[in-house]
């Protein structure tokens, strides 16, 4: 039972630079999620997806992209590094209210 | 956004006392959920409440929505060390899949001294 899986666990970006976070579930589920979790804070939703081909902009969506090509897959692109994106990043799906989580991204942007 | 007001921030609390938390809303969502997040870990459902009023229990673990949906609570009943962590509410608006996401508190800091 994998669940939904996060790659890498960990990162260190200089500023500018871009990566891809990987997420990949399979539990067939439509809904996927990226959050993420400063310091002290909750978690903040970055963009979600309904399913594949579709996705929405969450709560603080700047600098970021994702993309849904398969039911799967939900990578978050990062395109230009910034310090304020230093965080630990956190993937998830659901299938009614329940959310599974990834184990995270701690990215760090120096 | 919306707001989800979680307190208290951290509780410092001997190996065997209750523990209470509990997290309010300006809005109203349609379900409650109460979520653990162990270090290096992502956070884990505990409890999840689906109508205004409805009390659910989970082992040690109790937990209310309350009748106006923009309230819940959270009690662990006889702490022991494993309990350490934060403990998250989460909100949920809309009904039927989570299309919009769920809206978390900022966390409960669970703490237990030997």
């Avoid at chain 2, 997290?23 to 109460?34: G, K, R, Y």
Wanted: hydrophobic share 35%; charged share 15%.
């Amino acid at each position: 039972n994998a669940g939904v899986t996060q790659t890498p666990k960990f990162r260190i970006l200089k500023i500018g630079q871009s990566m891809t976070l990987q997420c990949t579930q399979d539990m067939n589920h439509n809904y996927m999620y990226w959050y993420r979790q400063d310091p002290g804070m909750g978690l903040k939703l970055i963009y979600y997806s309904v399913g594949a081909g579709i996705t929405d902009k969450g709560e603080v969506p700047n600098g970021y992209n994702v993309s849904r090509s398969t039911t799967e897959d939900f990578p978050l692109r990062l395109e230009l590094a910034a310090p304020s994106q230093t965080s630990v990043y956190f993937c998830a799906s659901t299938s009614n209210w329940e959310a599974f989580f990834g184990q995270g991204t701690r990215l760090t942007v120096v | 956004g919306q707001q989800l007001n979680q307190s208290p921030q951290s509780m410092f609390i001997q190996e065997g006392e209750d523990v209470s938390m509990n997290c309010t809303s300006s809005s109203i969502f349609n379900t409650w959920l109460w979520y653990k997040q162990d270090p290096g870990e992502g956070p884990v459902l505990l409890i999840a409440l689906y109508k205004a009023g409805e009390l659910t229990s989970n082992g040690r673990l109790t937990a209310q929505f309350g009748i106006t949906r923009k309230d819940s609570f959270l009690n662990i009943s006889a702490s022991i060390p494993s309990d350490v962590g934060i403990y998250f509410c989460a909100g949920q608006r809309h009904s039927g899949g989570g299309a919009d996401g769920l809206t978390f508190g900022k966390g409960t800091h669970l703490i237990i001294q030997p």
